[in-house]
DNA sequence: TTGGAAGTGAACCGATCCGTTTATATGCTG
DNA sequence: CAGCATATAAACGGATCGGTTCACTTCCAA
């Protein structure tokens, strides 16, 4: 598509403020492309900004990378473990949890925000630490949350409840991840993410059920 | 270092073929600096070869890249679980093998790899491939090999070898390598290994172990 | 109506980089 | 010494990209 970008946007009234365009088509663009590979001109071209009032807004490119990965990463932390019901028994709750977990890691999404953040996180130190503390670290401390008390209803058996959690994510992983990050494979079927949360469940109790 | 490209080879008789040079200047150049972090130029300098020969040996940028990702590749696979004796009890092994395997996905070296292989998958979707065969996929071998012996001695009871050692592996990790990558933490203390590995030794033989 | 703020499109600058070319130098072989 | 393949330094072409500038338009509020 050369031109094309006669569409004009005399549909929507005002719409919203220029600068939400922008951080808009900043993160479809950068979820695509990568840092590196998009360009400040094709993002403004997806906003539907020019590029004059996108530096408006935004410094540099690299200024306008953090907000969209902050906001991305401050929006999943938020969607990422709130049914997870306290007075549950762990097998329900690890189940649930690791599907949730697992199925969040696998999706397009979630790759695409790891292989940026993995890439990029020379470049941009905070970065990589930001997406940590508001992803991995939540889940984590959720979950030992959850194992203190479960523990106290002498349902579980934990002295460490932090590195349990951690123990618990790595096995939903189970080489499944590692897979798709490495494109070995292009997806997983429900059956696999199944098999392998069970096992995980079946394998974190076998150490700390009772 | 401006210039200072005056050191020659004069030491060295013939010294390996320039192809060599090639290789081994890039490997540094690419290992620093990923891929589009690399310029051809400096991989020229580095190897103290003109542009010219360079070009004479690879066809183009991703070519060579290729070549040294190989190179590595088959390299760190060759290293990889020499020393596992099948004969030993399951303790001591998985103790052994989880404090080798931690030891390399820690290094700089890992790290990097780890780095270049996830953000380029992308351009070279064999490279993400070739990398997990030739490195994940191998320890997972020996280890389902190990673990078929062990169970034939009753040290062992596993339904499924594959799983249980991609499980092992992920047991391994337990978040320390998440924060590595991340940047959250810059190095690993050898407490900290011996806690993580002990651990996953522990909750392994807790679900596996006789 | 008017004036100023906000936005636009396009051109432009400087820098980087890949890959090629050219003119020269070096070293080996007969 | 002659001849040829190989290597070198340096410059260049073509392209991309980040960021700025500028002349022009649109919109809104006083």
New binding site residues.
């Given amino acids: 598509m050369p031109?094309l970008?006669a569409t004009r946007n005399s549909i929507l009234p005002?719409r919203g403020?220029?600068?939400d365009q922008v951080l808009e088509g900043a993160r479809q663009v950068f979820m695509a492309d990568g840092f590196?590979?998009?360009?400040?001109?094709?993002i403004a071209r997806v906003a539907?900004?020019?590029?004059?009032?996108l530096?408006?807004?935004f410094?540099?490119?690299?200024m306008?990378f953090m907000e969209v990965a902050n906001n991305e990463c401050q929006r999943q932390a938020g969607a990422a473990l709130d049914n997870i019901v306290l007075a549950a028994p762990p097998r329900e709750v690890l189940g649930q949890t690791g599907r949730h977990f697992l199925g969040f890691i696998t999706s397009r999404f979630g790759q695409q925000i790891f292989r940026i953040c993995v890439a990029e996180s020379d470049r941009f130190p905070e970065l990589g630490r930001s997406f940590y503390e508001s992803g991995p670290a939540v889940m984590r401390a959720e979950l030992a949350c959850y194992f203190a008390q479960a523990c106290a209803r002498g349902e579980l058996v934990i002295d460490d409840y932090i590195l349990a959690a951690d123990q618990f994510g790595e096995l939903c992983k189970a080489d499944l991840w590692m897979r798709l990050i490495f494109g070995v494979i292009k997806e997983v079927s429900a059956a696999e993410i199944d098999r392998v949360i069970d096992n995980a469940v079946e394998t974190f109790l076998a150490r700390y059920g009772t």
Avoid at 36 to 42: F, I, L, N
Avoid at 48 to 53: F, I, P, W
């Fill in positions: 031109p970008a005002p403020r220029k600068y590196e590979g998009a360009s400040v001109d094709e539907e900004v020019s590029k004059a009032t530096y408006k807004y410094a540099d490119k690299r306008l």
